[in-house]
């Protein structure tokens, strides 16, 4: 079984046991894991899922699992780090961007159960995961643009797939997804994403939506607009399909020195010299 060497960001491996051959164990980076045939159980988080050929499993960085085999199992390790996505912004859409593999990898839903995936469904991930594993044999395959996209689809499957699962109840009106889905709609738009705005979208006092989202989130929700609001507009500089003077306009800059101004403060550098 290969492993993600300190150097690699992708690594893709496909191998077959009778017995698991680690004990339970967590790992630094995020995997996709893909049966391809076979049946057992997996132990995942203290929980036991039975599993067979077809299903997917993904694992967090604070997660804890291994495999217990009754029929010979094949499986498709795709093992990738925090930058894998990061490096990739100029191949990124939006929603990627605003809603990072990583994050959703951490549902605590999908550690519970075996992914719900219906026809095509079950024949896309399959076909795409064949795909994937036949490119792997190119050295270029981290950096490579047809191997990031075969995984996005992956992603999409997922994404498809937790909207027909039955998510827990919440404990309040709104989650963490209604937040997410709010943001998305609105960060073009400045006003609407004021702390005073959002507290007031959710019927909830301004303190307490701070407080709720840096305990949830990890950080404060100031930094989170702007990194995200940062990282839309690498994108379009990067893509270079956009004039400096368009991309202020539709992230509700007053001119281009205001989002030159944002934008150095951010990155130590001015977006007419990012991506030369």
Excluded: W
């Excluded at 990067?238 to 150095?264: C, V, W």
């Excluded at 550098?269 to 990012?274: A, L, R």
Aim: charged fraction near 25%; glycine fraction near 4%.
């Amino acid at each position: 079984m290969k492993k993600l060497s300190q150097f690699e960001t992708l690594a893709i491996d496909e191998f077959e046991e009778e017995k698991f051959h680690l004990p339970v164990h967590s790992h630094t980076y995020y995997e996709l894991i893909y049966i391809v045939h076979g049946e057992g159980i997996h132990h995942l988080n203290n929980n036991l899922i039975a599993y067979t050929g077809g299903d997917l499993f993904v694992i967090s960085p604070d997660d804890k699992h291994y495999f217990d085999i009754h029929k010979s199992t094949r499986f498709v390790y795709i093992k990738f780090t925090d930058s894998y996505f990061s490096t990739k912004k100029n191949l990124a859409t939006d929603d990627l961007l605003l809603n990072t593999p990583y994050h959703f990898m951490r549902e605590k839903l999908l550690k519970e159960s075996v992914l719900k995936l219906d026809e095509p469904c079950r024949t896309i991930l399959k076909n795409t995961v064949r795909n994937i594993t036949a490119y792997n044999c190119r050295k270029d395959v981290s950096v490579s643009p047809i191997v990031f996209y075969q995984i996005l689809s992956i992603f999409g499957l997922i994404k498809e797939a937790i909207k027909g699962m039955e998510l827990p109840a919440q404990g309040c009106d709104f989650n963490n997804k209604q937040i997410i889905a709010y943001i998305h709609q609105n960060v073009y738009t400045p006003e609407t994403v004021q702390v005073k705005a959002i507290a007031t979208h959710f019927n909830i006092a301004q303190s307490y939506f701070s407080a709720y989202f840096k305990r949830n989130f990890g950080m404060t929700y100031r930094d989170y607009i702007n990194n995200l609001r940062t990282q839309l507009i690498e994108k379009r500089i990067a893509s270079r399909n956009m004039p400096i003077k368009q991309i202020a306009h539709e992230f509700g800059f007053t001119d281009e020195s205001h989002l030159s101004n944002y934008f150095k403060k951010r990155k130590n550098i001015k977006p007419s010299e990012f991506g030369r």
